[in-house]
């Protein structure tokens, strides 16, 4: 910035007659080492390398200049978190006996009633300043002669427990003014129950190792997210522990024993509670699962859109104008009752509740796998029986075996497990000889370019 | 720990550095948690921390613990190895060397010293069933074996530089992550870089090698009170350490710094202080003792002598630093100094300056000498501040205040052996808020060559109508270009008022006075070996004397108030000057050059 110094001369107005003089060039610069070293080299070597003038320069320096005022304003103690350390305090808190510091709510001797957990350690550090100054045992000894310092044992209590990393986190663990409990959740519209949700798991995010936690979401959130959210909370992380409710070693006592015996009591109730934590988060989470409704509506969505497809895909068979032969009517009728049967069971299910969809998906799935090695093993004897589609009487080779059979597995895996039902019903109506291996060829050939390359026996 | 996100650490401060590395002492500055810098001291309490290692069998000794083996063990220990950084071996001047012997044969300087290799560990069968049956180890494999190991000034440099790391990495809890390191005025670039390199080996985080005046001014300058130094100033920065004299005079242009003139002398320093108390603890020993005693010794002194001159060494250490903290009389107390015979006897302050005046006047000469040779007059010199340890007397101070314009102060407001180390933090500190810049400190560094343009004479303004050939100075000589200054005038009514810039030449007046100078503070009566000052009846004011015009301004001024004059000299040499009333910056006049 350009300084202004005052010159410790005056003008007055120039006399009459008076003119400027004519210009002329200073004489040429010297030049002379400079030391590279203080505030004011630097600037100028920063208007050197950025190219600024002087003014441009005044200008930034300015504006740095206030954005840090402004944050010291942020941070500076008497304008920072205003308010606090500055409420009034119930007689319950003033009130407390500093021994009975197990039972102490620390937040609340420091003001940060309202913050608990997310009180940063900046918080932490004004709020105890503010609360020393303010009961300081001098400084009541001042005021009312009173020699009562319990409140200020409690502060300092305070103090030491919440900037203790570990002490801090044995707290919040069992911060009893913050509840674990779940309002009861079937009785809930959806909206309220995202909303009951919602503020539910961010507070038992709060114990998480991984941060930041996702959040439990809207009601028309994504699959994605949804499945994200059970996702975390199904492999939750929690540094949650129960050391605040150990029991006290008594420390005067010599018997050795007796602190071990005290000692192994409490680990085994830590791990129990830990333990009791553990499954009543899961309990809580499965519970969410079956009655979340975005749950409900992702599967219906995801149905219909199968629905959509599979009705695409019908459409376009039927209208390869060839007449639908009876197996294949038959076929379609199958899989129509098939499918009928597979909505009510579905309907069934989902009635019934989430975890039996998920089971009959899985036979489902299994029973389609099931029918698919049948029907495979069909093709494959009509093969067999047709001696490997080799000449009579000459035996085929154990490579040629080997080769068709690769190729019918791949085939079958390209085609859709209707396909391959298809596939059967041809080969075993054509028979035995050329007119099955015909019709191998055939499908092989519709495989188009997932199966280029693949097939050289039934090509 | 827990959630990261509730709780999130405190934005670290970069940690900061500053190692003031002497030919004899060290010290070591850090940026505190209030953000001032403070001199801390090393684990053995010690805020100047002596150069110095001694190799005594399998033990390493640093810092002031190897000082007492200086004469026990002088030829494995180590001392006075920094000005030989970045030299050759033939380079290095022999004579100055009192310590281990250099190798000759060595491109690199390197020493020589004896060790005790510790035993090779014996090969270990443990808990072998014949452990128990086989013959004891022979007992002359479990000593240590003499050893020699060679050692490069480089490589001692680096040890020497990592054990101040240590301790500053003690005092902060974390290692600094950005150091500036001092070198002396006259270090070659040759010399600059092998320091560099040491420390980096030392795993420092060399931001800079800082010249020791340099830190100086930037030392001092956090000290005054302003947040930027206001004028332009001529300073002389007087460096007395424990073994060489360093003198730089500085012109100081808001708070850039253009080197006018250096010069040093390698002879002169604390250990001179050290002689002459030697001498006279030692005519004291002799008067009340009568064991013949003559300190300092030479080489070819008995062994007697050698002891004792090594013991008052130490002792004088103390009764120095003694007699520049406090006013009262400093002791000197030695047991067995020499046949059995005690030494104790104090000295006061009148008595050590009466002893040290010699020093103060050569001290004092060289100063007289650098100034003139930077053509200039003592009395053109603004300000004087001193650094190292040696400064501390008052005596001197009160020498060096004689020398000079009465106005002109003596400035030792940070205590002077810690000011080079308080320099070196702040200037890593400087340097490490260009970050927020987002400016390389490469960059900022690189951007000053050897030389810069700087203004050749100074530019002031006359006012019309006065018959006085006196400038007023606006811009100094010596200030690097480009260099903007701004000036307020008051006007005392309206009207249109004028100025003239004119350039100027600094002289010095000389008044004659008829009555002798006031009484001087210091009575030194008893000695007038430096009272020439008081025969002096001349009183020196310097002043600039106009030369050339280079153009002039005319504002309407409405109303009396303050006429605003800028005057930017460009880097080309161009002027620019506009001038306006303050607050109407609507009507300026202005011209370029």
């Known amino acids: ?459 | 720990m827990v959630s990261g996100l509730l709780r999130q650490r405190k934005q670290s401060r970069e940690t900061i550095l500053g190692i003031n590395f002497g030919q004899s002492y060290a010290s070591i500055a850090v940026i505190d948690k209030e953000g001032h810098p403070t001199c801390i001291a090393n684990e053995e309490g010690e805020r100047q921390i002596a150069c110095a290692i001694s190799y005594v069998g399998e033990q390493i000794y640093i810092g002031n613990g190897a000082l007492p083996h200086l004469v026990k063990n002088g030829k494995n220990t180590i001392m006075g190895f920094r000005n030989l950084l970045g030299h050759t071996y033939d380079e290095v001047d022999h004579t100055t060397i009192l310590t281990a012997p250099l190798l000759a044969d060595s491109k690199t300087p390197a020493y020589t010293v004896d060790i005790l290799v510790p035993p090779p560990k014996p090969a270990s069968n443990p808990r072998s069933a014949a452990a128990s049956g086989t013959a004891t180890p022979n007992p002359a494999a479990l000593e240590p074996v003499p050893s020699t190991q060679t050692i490069t000034v480089p490589e001692v440099t680096s040890l020497f530089l990592s054990t101040l790391l240590t301790s500053a990495t003690d005092f902060l809890g974390v290692k600094p992550t950005a150091c500036v390191v001092s070198a002396p005025t006259w270090f070659t670039s040759a010399q600059h870089d092998a320091l560099k390199k040491a420390a980096q080996d030392a795993g420092i985080a060399v931001l800079q090698v800082l010249d020791e005046a340099a830190a100086v001014l930037v030392g001092y300058r956090e000290g005054s009170a302003g947040e930027e130094e206001k004028r332009d100033k001529k300073v002389v920065v007087l460096d007395m350490g424990e073994t060489s004299l360093a003198v730089s005079v500085v012109q100081v242009s808001e708070g850039e710094y253009t080197v006018l003139n250096k010069g040093r002398d390698d002879r002169l320093g604390g250990r001179e202080f050290d002689n002459l108390l030697l001498k006279h603890f030692s005519k004291e020993f002799t008067k009340k003792t009568k064991v013949a005693l003559d300190l300092p010794c030479g080489p070819d002194a008995s062994a007697a002598d050698k002891r004792a001159d090594a013991k008052l060494v130490l002792a004088v250490e103390h009764t120095k630093r003694s007699l520049s903290a406090s006013s009262g009389a400093a002791t000197c107390a030695v047991e067995s100094l020499k046949d059995g015979y005690d030494l104790s006897s104090s000295i006061n302050r009148l008595r050590f300056d009466g002893l040290a005046s010699g020093v103060y006047r050569q001290v004092g000469n060289k100063l007289t000498e650098v100034v003139k040779e930077a053509g200039l007059d003592l009395a053109e010199i603004d300000e004087i501040l001193l650094a190292g340890a040696s400064t501390l007397f008052t005596g001197l101070q009160q020498h060096l205040s004689l020398l000079v314009s009465p106005t002109t102060p003596v400035t030792s407001t940070i205590d002077p052996s810690e000011v080079i180390a308080i320099g070196c933090a702040l200037q890593a500190l400087h340097l490490e808020n260009l970050k927020d810049d987002d400016l390389k400190v490469e960059d900022v560094l690189s951007s000053t060559k050897e030389k810069v343009d700087v203004t050749s004479a100074p530019i002031g303004l006359v006012v019309p109508g006065q018959e006085s050939d006196e400038l007023v100075v606006v811009v100094d000589s010596g200030a690097p270009l480009p260099v903007r200054r701004r000036v307020a005038i008051p006007v005392e009514k309206a009207g249109s008022v004028g100025l003239e810039l004119w350039e100027g030449n600094h002289e010095v007046k000389v008044t004659k006075v008829e009555r002798p100078p006031i009484e001087k503070s210091e009575d030194d009566d008893e000695e007038d070996e430096d009272d020439e000052e008081e025969e002096d009846e001349e009183i020196k004011t310097p002043i600039t004397k106009k030369v050339k015009a280079l153009g002039g301004v005319q504002v309407d001024v409405k109303a009396a108030g303050n006429l605003i004059l800028e005057v930017v000299v460009q880097r080309n040499g161009g002027l620019n000057v506009k001038a306006w009333q303050e607050g109407n910056e609507s009507q300026v006049d202005s011209f370029e050059v």
């Not at chain 1, 005052?6 to 007055?12: F, N, V």
């Not at chain 1, 021994?99 to 940063?120: C, F, I, N």
Request: with cysteine; net charge positive; glycine share 6%.
């Open chain 1, 1 to 459: 910035m350009a300084s202004i110094v005052t010159l410790p001369i005056t003008l007055s107005p120039a006399p009459s007659g008076w003119s400027k003089p004519s210009l002329s060039k200073p004489s040429a610069p010297k030049q002379l080492p400079v030391y590279p070293a203080g505030p004011s080299f630097i600037g100028s070597a920063r208007r050197q390398i950025l190219q600024r003038s002087f003014e441009e320069d005044d200008k930034h320096i300015l504006s740095a200049r206030q954005k840090a005022d402004a944050a010291k304003e942020d941070k500076g103690d008497g304008l920072a978190f205003p308010g606090l350390g500055e409420e009034e305090e119930p007689s319950h808190v003033l009130s407390q006996d500093p021994k009975e510091w197990k039972k102490q709510d620390h937040y609340a001797v420091l003001g940060l009633g309202h913050l608990r957990y997310k009180a940063h350690d900046e918080h932490i550090r004004v709020a105890h300043r503010r609360k020393v100054l303010r009961h300081h045992p001098d400084k009541k000894a001042a005021q009312h002669g009173a020699n009562d310092d319990s409140f200020f044992k409690c502060i300092q209590k305070a103090h030491e427990t919440l900037t203790n990393n570990d002490k801090r986190r044995q707290f919040d663990s069992v911060d009893w003014n913050i509840e674990d409990e779940v309002p009861d959740l079937k009785s809930l519209s959806p909206e309220q129950f995202v909303d009951v949700c919602n503020k539910v798991f961010a507070r038992e995010g709060r114990f998480s190792k991984v941060q930041p936690v996702p959040e439990f979401g809207s009601l028309d959130a994504p699959k994605k997210e949804v499945e994200g959210f059970y996702d975390f909370f199904y492999n939750f992380d929690s540094w949650r522990s129960f050391e605040w409710h150990d029991k006290e070693v008594n420390e005067g006592s010599d018997n050795r024993d007796d602190k071990r015996f005290t000692e192994k009591k409490n680990k085994s109730e830590r791990t129990r509670r830990k333990k009791e934590d553990n499954t009543r988060l899961r309990v809580l989470v499965d519970d969410v699962l079956a009655l979340d409704p975005r749950i409900k509506r992702i599967k219906a969505e995801e149905k219909a859109a199968r629905d959509a497809k599979k009705k695409g895909t019908a459409n376009g068979a039927g209208g390869a104008a060839k007449p639908l032969t009876p197996a294949e009517k038959k076929a379609a009728e199958e899989k129509k009752k098939k499918e009928e049967a597979e909505k009510k069971e579905a309907e069934k299910k989902a009635l019934e509740a989430s975890k039996g969809d998920r089971e009959a998906a899985k036979k489902a799935k299994e029973a389609a796998r099931k029918n698919l090695k049948k029907w495979k093993k069909a093709i494959a004897t009509v093969i067999s029986s047709s001696n490997y589609f080799q000449p009579e009487g000459t035996a085929p080779s154990a490579s040629v075996i080997e080769k068709q059979l690769a190729e019918l597995d791949s085939l079958v895996e390209i085609l859709e497990p209707e396909e391959v039902k298809d596939l059967k019903e041809k080969v075993e109506k054509a028979g035995n000889g050329q007119p099955a291996k015909d019709a191998l060829v055939e499908k092989a050939k519709a495989t188009g370019e997932k199966g280029a390359g693949k097939f050289t026996e039934f090509a």
